[in-house]
C-alpha cells in the first residue's frame, strides 16, 4: 500500500518541474512582452513627441513667414493692382473686419507659397504634412476721434493669423495676434501745396524778389544778390519752358508742365481744372472750370494757348524801361504797339493743349508788384484802349457753347467782374498764331453759382482780390493769407486728384469744402495732427543728438544707408537736441520723421532711381531745419518746421537749395537762401491722390502682444 | 533507478526548454532596451536641435545660402560662420555630434527675398549603435528678414 501510495505520488510530481519551467516561462515571457509593449508604447510615444515637435516648428515657422512677407508686401510700391502689396493694402484699407479677413485670406494668402514653404521645411522626410491656416481681423477702430482730421480708412485693430500643421496626424496649432494701424503719413493739406509758411509777409513785401540786376541792358544779376526759389509745381520744364530766364530775374516761377501752380491743373486730355479769381472785395469768388468731359458745359472746353501779358506796371510804370530790357525776348516776340498792348495784369498759367502738336506750352508766372491775381485767369489779353481782348480762347464748339450758356441763369452783377466785352475772332496779333476765337463772356454769365452737381459754377472761396502786393500773392501759394486762414475750396478744387480721370470723384472720405487748418489740427500743433499718427517712436540713448540717427540708421535703414521707415509716421525723442541726418542717405521706403527739435538733413544720395519716389517727410517741432546744400545732388524730402521759430536754412546760403518735395514752414527768410535754387513739388506726397494711398498709405503691423 | 533517471530527465528538458525559451525573449528584451536607447539620444539630439534653431531665431541669422558645416561639442559655444555662436547644452559625448546647417532663402525665385528656411542636420551616433553608421536627425525653421 505504501509502496503504492509512494509510486503514486511519486507519478503525481511527475512533470512538476516542466510544468514549473513552463509557467515560469510562461510568465517570464507575459512579463517580458508587457516591458517590450510598454518600451514600444514609449518609443512611439517619443516619436509622437517629436512630430508634434516638427509640427510645431513648422507652424511657428510659417506664421513668422506670414508676418513678414506681410510686412515686406506693404512696403512693396508696385502699383500693378495684382501685386500683393497693392492687394493686401487694399484689404486693409477696408472698414469691415470680416471683409478685410477674407480679402487677406482669399486674395493674398493664398498666393504666398505657404505650402512651398511646407515642404521647404520638411524635405527629406518620409512623412505627410499638410496645413490649414486663417486669418481674423478684430477690434477695428477708427483713429477718428471726433479731434481731428483723418482720412476714413485709418484705423487700428487686431491681426490673428492661424496655422495648423499636422505631421503624421500629430496636429499643432499655432496662432499669433499682432496689432495693426492703417495711417496716412502726411498731413492735409499742407502737402497739397510745395510752399506752404504761417508767416510769410514778416513785413518784407520784397520777399524773395530781391534779385539785383546789373544793368537793365544785360539784365544779369549781381552774383551776391539773393536770389528767389524757383517754384516748380508738377513736371520739370522742358525746352519751352526754361527756368533760367526766370531764376535770374527775381521770379517765382510757378510754371512747369502740364500741371500748374495750387495743383489745379490736369493734364493732357482731360484738359485743366482752373481757378479763376474775380475782383470783389466784398464777394471773392472763384471760377472752377473743369474741362474735363463730365460737366455740362465745359466738354472740350481747352484752354489751349498761353501768351504772355504784361502788366500795366511793366508797360507804363516808373521801371517800364528796365523791364523791356529785361524782358527784351518777350517784348521782341510780342511788340506793344499803338492800338493794342496788353494790359492783361493777370497771372497766365495756361496748360498746353493736348489737342494740338503745335500748341504752346505753359507760361511762366510772374510775381511783381501789382499783380491782380495769384493764379489762373482766363485767358484773357485785352486792348488797353478800346478793352478788345485779342486773345486767347478756342476750340469751345457752338453746340458746347450754347449748352453752357443754357445751363443756368444769368447772374446778377457778374458781367462787371469781366472786361465788357466780347473775345472776338478778329484783330488777333499775328504773333499769337490763334485759330477758332470764340466770344466767351455770355458763357460766364451763364455759368450758375454755388451748384455742387459737379457742373461748371463759380464758388466762394477765401481768395483775396484786386491788387495785391507781392507779399499778399505769395502767401497765397499756400492759399492761406496772413488774415484769412480758412481753406475753403471745392472739393475737387481743394483737393484735387491728380489722375486724370478723378477730377470730379469725391476725394475719399474728405470733405474739403470747409477745411480750416486750426481744425485739422491745433494751431501750436507743428504737426499738423501727424503726432496721433506716430507707429514708432525712437529714443535716442544715451547720446542724444547724432546718435538719433545713428539709432534710426540700426533700426530704421536699409543696409545702413537708406532710409526705410515702411511708410510709417516715427518720432525720434531726443529732448529737444535735435538730430543730424549724415550725408549721403538715401531712401529705401518713405514715410514721415518727427523729431522733437531742429534738424540738419545731410546730402541725399545719387542712386535713387528717382527724385520723387518714395515720398520722404521730415519734420521738426521745434526749431529749424537746415539743409545741407553743398551736395551736387536734391535734398528729397518734405520739410516741415510749423513751431515757432521754425524756418528752413541752407548750411550754405550762397549755393543754391534745391529741394524735390516741399516746405512747410513758420518762416521763411531769403536772405538765408541767398543762392536761390529749385523747389519741385512732388505729387507723390499727396495723401487724397488715389495713386498715393494705393503705394504709400501706411499700413503698419506693431509686435506681438504690443500695441502700435 | 529508472524513477530517479527520469526527473533527472524532466530537468535536462526543462532547461533545454527554458534556454529555448529565454534566448528569444533575451533578444526581445535587448531589442526593447535598444530602442529605448535610441529613442532616448533622438530625443536629445532633438533638444538640441531645437535649442540651436531658436538661438538662430532670436539672433535673425541671414547668412548667405549654403552650407555651413559645425561640430557641437557638450557645452560649449559653437560658432557657425563666424557671426553667429550658439550655446550648445550638455549631451552624452557617445552622441558625437556633428553635421551642418542648410541655408535657403525663400520665397526662391523672386526678386524680394523674405527670409531663409534653416535646415539643421544632425549626425549622431547613438549608445547602441557605436561603431555603425550615424544616425541622421532634421530639423528645420524660417528665419525672417522682416
Request: charged share 20%; proline share 6%.
Given at each position: 500500500m505504501n509502496k503504492r501510495n509512494r509510486i503514486i505520488s511519486r507519478g503525481k510530481r511527475a512533470g512538476i518541474v516542466l510544468f514549473v519551467v513552463l509557467g515560469g516561462i510562461f510568465i517570464l515571457t507575459i512579463l517580458i512582452l508587457s516591458y517590450n509593449h510598454l518600451v514600444r508604447g514609449k518609443f512611439n510615444e517619443s516619436q509622437e513627441l517629436l512630430k508634434h515637435l516638427r509640427a510645431m516648428k513648422c507652424a511657428q515657422s510659417i506664421s513668422r513667414y506670414i508676418i513678414s512677407k506681410m510686412k515686406a508686401d506693404l512696403i512693396d510700391?508696385?502699383?500693378?493692382?495684382?501685386s500683393p502689396g497693392q492687394v493686401l493694402r487694399t484689404a486693409f484699407k477696408q472698414n469691415s473686419e470680416s471683409v478685410i479677413s477674407n480679402s487677406i485670406l482669399s486674395d493674398w494668402m493664398s498666393k504666398i507659397g505657404l505650402n512651398d514653404l511646407l515642404s521647404g521645411l520638411t524635405s527629406n522626410q518620409s512623412f505627410v504634412a499638410r496645413l490649414l491656416y486663417n486669418v481674423d481681423v478684430s477690434q477695428?477702430?477708427?483713429?477718428?476721434?471726433?479731434n481731428g482730421f483723418y482720412l476714413d480708412y485709418e484705423k487700428s485693430g487686431q491681426i490673428t493669423i492661424s496655422v495648423e500643421v499636422e505631421i503624421d496626424k500629430a496636429t499643432e496649432k499655432w496662432q499669433e495676434t499682432r496689432p495693426f494701424r492703417v495711417i496716412m503719413p502726411f498731413p492735409l493739406p499742407?502737402?497739397?501745396?510745395?510752399l506752404y509758411l504761417r508767416d510769410a509777409a514778416g513785413g518784407d513785401d520784397t520777399k524773395f524778389n530781391t534779385v539785383i540786376i546789373a544793368t537793365p541792358e544785360t539784365g544779369?544779376?549781381?552774383?551776391?544778390s539773393p536770389r528767389?526759389?524757383?517754384?516748380?509745381?508738377?513736371e520739370p520744364t522742358n525746352s519751352s519752358t526754361p527756368e533760367d530766364i526766370w531764376k535770374n530775374r527775381g521770379w517765382i516761377y510757378?510754371?512747369?508742365?502740364?500741371t500748374l501752380l495750387n495743383r489745379a491743373g490736369g493734364s493732357k486730355e482731360f484738359g485743366q481744372n482752373y481757378h479763376s479769381y474775380f475782383p470783389s472785395a466784398a464777394k471773392p469768388i472763384t471760377l472752377v472750370f473743369n474741362f474735363?468731359?463730365?460737366?455740362i458745359g465745359s466738354r472740350?472746353?481747352?484752354?489751349?494757348v498761353a501768351r504772355w501779358g504784361f502788366a500795366d506796371t511793366v508797360c507804363n510804370g516808373p521801371d517800364s524801361l528796365l523791364w523791356q530790357s529785361v524782358l527784351k525776348p518777350e517784348f521782341s516776340k510780342f511788340p506793344l504797339t499803338a492800338a493794342s498792348?496788353?494790359?492783361?495784369t493777370w497771372l497766365h498759367l495756361f496748360g498746353e493743349s493736348p489737342?494740338?502738336?503745335?500748341a504752346s506750352k505753359i507760361s511762366h508766372t510772374r510775381v511783381i508788384?501789382?499783380?491782380?491775381?495769384r493764379y489762373l485767369e482766363v485767358c484773357y489779353l485785352a486792348?488797353?484802349?478800346?478793352?478788345?481782348?485779342?486773345g486767347a480762347v478756342r476750340a469751345l464748339s457752338s453746340a458746347d457753347y450754347n449748352t453752357a450758356r443754357s445751363s443756368g441763369p444769368s447772374i446778377p452783377?457778374?458781367?462787371?467782374?469781366?472786361?465788357?466785352t466780347k473775345l472776338i475772332?478778329?484783330?488777333?496779333?499775328?504773333?499769337?498764331?490763334?485759330?477758332e476765337f470764340i466770344a466767351l463772356e455770355p458763357l460766364f454769365l451763364a455759368i450758375p453759382w454755388?451748384?455742387?452737381?459737379?457742373?461748371?459754377c463759380y464758388y466762394t472761396i477765401m481768395s483775396k482780390i484786386d491788387n495785391c502786393s507781392y507779399s499778399e500773392t505769395y502767401d497765397m501759394i499756400?492759399?492761406?493769407t496772413s488774415t484769412n486762414q480758412?481753406?475753403?475750396?471745392p472739393p475737387s478744387a481743394a483737393?484735387?486728384?491728380?489722375?486724370?480721370?478723378?477730377?470730379q470723384l469725391p476725394i475719399?472720405?474728405?470733405?474739403?469744402?470747409?477745411?480750416e487748418i486750426d481744425k485739422i489740427a491745433a494751431v501750436n500743433d507743428p504737426t499738423l495732427g501727424l503726432t496721433r499718427r506716430i507707429c514708432y517712436e525712437v529714443k535716442a540713448e544715451p547720446a542724444p543728438g547724432k546718435g538719433a540717427f545713428e539709432v534710426l540708421q540700426e533700426n530704421f535703414c536699409y543696409k545702413q544707408t537708406?532710409?526705410?521707415?515702411?511708410n510709417a509716421v516715427l518720432r525720434v525723442v531726443t529732448g529737444g537736441v535735435g538730430m543730424t541726418i549724415v550725408d549721403g542717405i538715401g531712401r529705401h521706403t518713405g514715410g514721415n520723421i518727427i523729431v522733437d527739435g531742429p534738424v540738419t538733413v545731410g546730402s541725399f544720395d545719387s542712386?535713387?532711381?528717382?527724385?520723387?519716389?518714395p515720398p520722404l517727410m521730415i519734420m521738426a517741432e521745434k526749431g529749424a531745419i537746415t539743409v545741407n546744400?553743398?551736395?551736387?545732388?536734391?535734398?528729397l524730402a518734405y520739410l516741415v518746421?510749423?513751431?515757432?521759430?521754425g524756418e528752413i536754412k541752407c548750411s550754405k546760403p550762397n549755393l543754391p537749395m534745391n529741394l524735390v518735395g516741399g516746405i512747410a514752414a513758420h518762416t521763411l527768410d531769403p536772405s538765408k537762401m541767398a543762392g536761390g535754387g529749385n523747389l519741385i513739388y512732388n505729387t507723390?506726397?499727396?495723401?487724397?491722390?488715389p495713386a498715393f494711398t494705393k503705394k504709400y498709405v501706411g499700413v503698419v503691423i506693431g509686435p506681438p502682444g504690443g500695441n502700435i | 533507478m529508472k524513477r530517479r533517471g527520469m526527473s533527472l530527465l524532466e530537468i535536462l528538458i526543462a532547461s533545454g526548454i527554458m534556454i529555448a525559451a529565454m534566448v528569444p525573449l533575451w533578444g526581445l528584451m535587448g531589442s526593447s532596451h535598444k530602442q529605448v536607447t535610441l529613442s532616448a539620444d533622438e530625443i536629445r539630439v532633438s533638444q538640441l536641435a531645437v535649442e540651436i534653431l531658436e538661438q538662430i531665431e532670436n539672433k535673425a541669422w541671414l547668412p548667405l545660402d549654403g552650407d555651413y558645416a559645425i561640430v557641437p561639442l557638450s557645452g560649449e559655444l559653437l560658432s557657425i560662420d563666424s557671426k553667429v555662436k550658439v550655446q550648445i547644452g550638455s549631451f552624452p559625448e557617445y552622441l558625437a555630434l556633428g553635421g551642418k546647417i542648410n541655408v535657403s532663402r525663400f520665397?526662391?525665385?523672386?526678386?524680394?527675398?523674405?527670409?531663409k528656411v534653416i535646415r539643421l542636420i544632425l549626425n549622431y551616433k547613438s549608445k547602441e549603435q557605436i561603431g555603425k553608421e550615424d544616425k541622421i536627425y532634421e530639423l528645420s525653421t524660417f528665419v525672417s528678414g522682416y
Open positions: 510700391t508696385n502699383t500693378d493692382a495684382s477695428v477702430k477708427s483713429l477718428d476721434d471726433g499742407i502737402t497739397k501745396f510745395n544779369k544779376v549781381i552774383t551776391t528767389p526759389l524757383i517754384l516748380t509745381n508738377g510757378m510754371g512747369g508742365s502740364e474735363g468731359p463730365w460737366p472740350n472746353v481747352v484752354f489751349s498792348h496788353w494790359a492783361s489737342q494740338g502738336s503745335s508788384g501789382d499783380v491782380k491775381d486792348d488797353s484802349a478800346t478793352k478788345v481782348p485779342v452783377g457778374m458781367s462787371a467782374l469781366f472786361v465788357k475772332e478778329s484783330d488777333v496779333p499775328p504773333a499769337l498764331s490763334l485759330q454755388l451748384t455742387t452737381d459737379g457742373s461748371v499756400a492759399q492761406y480758412k481753406v475753403d475750396i483737393a484735387p486728384l491728380t489722375s486724370d480721370k478723378a477730377f475719399e472720405g474728405i470733405d474739403t469744402r470747409n477745411i537708406s532710409l526705410n521707415l515702411g542712386s535713387d532711381p528717382s527724385v520723387f519716389d546744400n553743398g551736395g551736387s545732388n536734391s535734398t518746421a510749423l513751431g515757432n521759430g507723390f506726397l499727396d495723401p487724397t491722390d | 520665397p526662391a525665385g523672386t526678386s524680394t527675398e523674405i527670409g
